[in-house]
């Protein structure tokens, strides 16, 4: 009897991220998928990074967008790069000729910001609409209780100095925090300190960075490398996008793209946004001396766990 033939998978990459683009046009890549979902994959590389690969239309400097969704790939398969394409058993990913993406600059101008206050209370009006089953926003949760205790001991202290030392003290009651392929703990924190340090600079402040075997030991590889990708300011376009629109006068694209963004995931999109205004807040208060934070927080039903 004949053994049945192997049909090979082929996709075609549209887009690869800078990031993406130099580790797998790299001669010696080799790489190993570690999670499989309907539209896209996540392939962690020989370096210990991320290569994201999806259908989705979502841009960012660690993704490679596909043409078709894949499908029929098992965790744990191996990928290595030959005669200028990404090859494992019965999958072919053909790179050549795909578009390179590179981010652009989100601007710091923080003159941008100080007339933000009424488009951030516009933003907690979008988020109070919403179903926030399981968010940070949800009162249900102990997600929600332990995020509103972070936020009072860790947060509130940041509109008037760089406490920094007892923001990463306690961050890690967070990291991990609530259910999900992503936490919302996790969440809250990527969207806040890619906010925080994105502007960190210009208030003449250092930037807030977990360590990363910290984050390793207290939440998931995947959540964890993203998680570290965001405080470091590696942003996908939606994130981005949504810091960068804050800068401007008009605040409809800033309203536009939370829209857009609290969509993603089951909460993802919720826990990333809400960290985004708190950050947004702490840097126009550490600016000009305001207490828009605390107005925030209130809005956000964050400012009281009943343990005071």
Same mark, same amino acid.
């Given at each position: 009897?004949?053994?049945?033939?192997?049909?090979?998978?082929?996709?075609?990459?549209?887009?690869?991220?800078?990031?993406?683009?130099?580790?797998?046009?790299?001669?010696?890549?080799?790489?190993?998928?570690?999670?499989?979902?309907?539209?896209?994959?996540?392939?962690?590389?020989?370096?210990?990074?991320?290569?994201?690969?999806?259908?989705?239309?979502?841009?960012?400097?660690?993704?490679?967008?596909?043409?078709?969704?894949?499908?029929?790939?098992?965790?744990?398969?191996?990928?290595?790069?030959?005669?200028?394409?990404?090859?494992?058993?019965?999958?072919?990913?053909?790179?050549?000729?795909?578009?390179?993406?590179?981010?652009?600059?989100?601007?710091?101008?923080?003159?941008?910001?100080?007339?933000?206050?009424?488009?951030?209370?516009?933003?907690?009006?979008?988020?109070?609409?919403?179903?926030?089953?399981? *968010? &940070?926003?949800?009162?249900?949760?102990?997600? @929600?209780?332990?995020?509103? !205790?972070? /936020?009072?001991?860790? %947060?509130?202290? $940041?509109?008037?100095?760089?406490?920094?030392?007892?923001?990463?003290?306690?961050?890690?009651?967070?990291?991990?925090?609530?259910?999900?392929?992503?936490?919302?703990?996790?969440?809250?924190?990527?969207?806040?300190?890619?906010?925080?340090?994105?502007?960190?600079?210009?208030?003449?402040?250092?930037?807030?960075?977990?360590?990363?075997?910290?984050?390793?030991?207290?939440?998931?590889?995947?959540?964890?490398?993203?998680?570290?990708?965001?405080?470091?300011?590696?942003?996908?376009?939606?994130?981005?996008?949504?810091?960068?629109?804050?800068?401007?006068?008009?605040?409809?694209?800033?309203?536009? *793209? &939370?829209?857009?963004?609290?969509?993603?995931? @089951?909460?993802?999109?919720? !826990?990333? /946004?809400?960290?985004? %205004?708190?950050? $947004?807040?702490?840097?126009?208060?550490?600016?000009?001396?305001?207490?828009?934070?605390?107005?925030?927080?209130?809005?956000?039903?964050?400012?009281?766990?009943?343990?005071?």
């Amino acid at each position: 009897m004949l053994a049945e033939a192997t049909m090979t998978i082929e996709l075609q990459a549209t887009s690869i991220g800078s990031l993406a683009a130099k580790l797998i046009r790299s001669p010696d890549f080799h790489g190993t998928i570690t999670n499989t979902f309907t539209n896209s994959f996540y392939i962690k590389a020989a370096n210990g990074d991320i290569i994201f690969f999806t259908s989705n239309a979502t841009l960012s400097p660690i993704t490679v967008n596909l043409s078709s969704s894949p499908n029929k790939l098992d965790p744990h398969q191996g990928f290595i790069n030959k005669d200028g394409h990404i090859e494992s058993r019965g999958v072919l990913i053909h790179v050549g000729g795909a578009q390179i993406y590179h981010p652009e600059v989100i601007p710091h101008n923080l003159n941008g910001l100080l007339q933000l206050g009424r488009t951030l209370e516009t933003a907690s009006f979008v988020l109070e609409i919403l179903d926030t089953s399981n *968010s &940070v926003l949800d009162p249900c949760t102990p997600t @929600h209780a332990r995020t509103a !205790d972070f /936020v009072k001991s860790a %947060i509130l202290p $940041l509109q008037f100095d760089a406490a920094h030392d007892e923001f990463c003290d306690l961050a890690p009651s967070l990291v991990g925090l609530g259910p999900g392929f992503t936490p919302s703990g996790d969440d809250f924190l990527g969207g806040f300190l890619a906010t925080y340090n994105t502007f960190a600079g210009s208030l003449k402040r250092p930037k807030i960075l977990l360590s990363f075997d910290l984050l390793g030991t207290r939440t998931n590889w995947i959540s964890a490398k993203l998680l570290d990708y965001m405080q470091s300011e590696i942003l996908d376009d939606e994130l981005a996008g949504l810091i960068s629109s804050a800068s401007k006068e008009n605040g409809n694209p800033f309203i536009f *793209s &939370v829209e857009s963004l609290v969509s993603r995931g @089951h909460t993802s999109g919720i !826990d990333l /946004v809400t960290g985004v %205004i708190v950050a $947004l807040s702490v840097v126009v208060d550490a600016e000009r001396g305001s207490n828009l934070t605390t107005t925030m927080v209130e809005r956000l039903n964050m400012h009281d766990t009943g343990n005071d």
